[in-house]
T-cell receptor, first 113, second 113 residues
Framework: GESVGLHLPTLSVQEGDNSIINCAYSNSASDYFIWYKQESGKGPQFIIDIRSNMDKRQGQRVTVLLNKTVKHLSLQIAATQPGDSAVYFCAENRDGGYQKVTFGTGTKLQVIP | NAGVTQTPKFQVLKTGQSMTLQCAQDMNHEYMSWYRQDPGMGLRLIHYSVGAGITDQGEVPNGYNVSRSTTEDFPLRLLSAAPSQTSVYFC????????????FGSGTQLSVL
């Protein structure tokens, strides 16, 4: 899961396996969640989003699961590829608006060829 | 379609110097924002704009100014650089609600000596 410490948690996954990256969000009033991917030296890139009226949303090779009871968000990546190696972080948003967006610190995904 | 373009990519300043980080987007997005990214912390909002001529402060606005004279451009000005402003800066835009589904630039790595 994500951490506010100086060292990012790292997830090492064999190429072709599925990856699961977790995020514990802080505000029970948050109603919109996003996953971003950030490759080294680049800006964050939108992956997938989900609103609080949903439990699951699927994209291309990615699935986001939302458990509001325990305030937990996860990102599943199917058939992980070397190009998936990056830092992944979640963001939560409450009632819309920039001021109410909180970004996590991220999890580093390392894909082992 | 270039998306969000930031310049420069790298910059070194001396304490007390001023400079402007440039940001331009070609997606006709209404909403634009500036963030700083520091080790061990999530992205933090500096300033944002919900349209041309409209700007507001984010979480960490001190020492920075912005203006939004056109939809496309949203420059960030450092008034008198301090070592505490050493960071990586990202500009982002979005077409939806402010703070949702952000498109980020590639970042400016700033060092203040």
């Amino acid at each position: 899961g994500e951490s506010v410490g100086l060292h990012l948690p790292t997830l090492s996954v064999q190429e072709g396996d599925n990856s699961i990256i977790n995020c514990a969000y802080s505000n029970s009033a948050s109603d919109y969640f996003i996953w971003y991917k950030q490759e080294s030296g680049k800006g964050p890139q939108f992956i997938i989003d989900i609103r609080s009226n949903m439990d699951k949303r699927q994209g291309q090779r990615v699935t986001v699961l939302l458990n509001k009871t325990v305030k937990h968000l996860s990102l599943q990546i199917a058939a992980t590829q070397p190009g998936d190696s990056a830092v992944y972080f979640c963001a939560e948003n409450r009632d819309g608006g920039y001021q109410k967006v909180t970004f996590g610190t991220g999890t580093k995904l390392q894909v082992i060829p | 379609n270039a998306g969000v373009t930031q310049t420069p990519k790298f910059q070194v300043l001396k304490t007390g110097q001023s400079m402007t980080l440039q940001c331009a987007q070609d997606m006709n997005h209404e909403y634009m924002s500036w963030y700083r990214q520091d080790p061990g912390m999530g992205l933090r909002l500096i300033h944002y704009s919900v349209g041309a001529g409209i700007t507001d402060q984010g979480e960490v606005p001190n020492g920075y100014n912005v203006s939004r004279s056109t939809t496309e451009d949203f420059p960030l000005r450092l008034l008198s650089a301090a070592p505490s402003q050493t960071s990586v800066y990202f500009c982002a835009s979005s077409a939806q609600q402010p703070g949702e589904k952000l498109f980020f630039g590639s970042g400016t790595q700033l060092s203040v000596l």
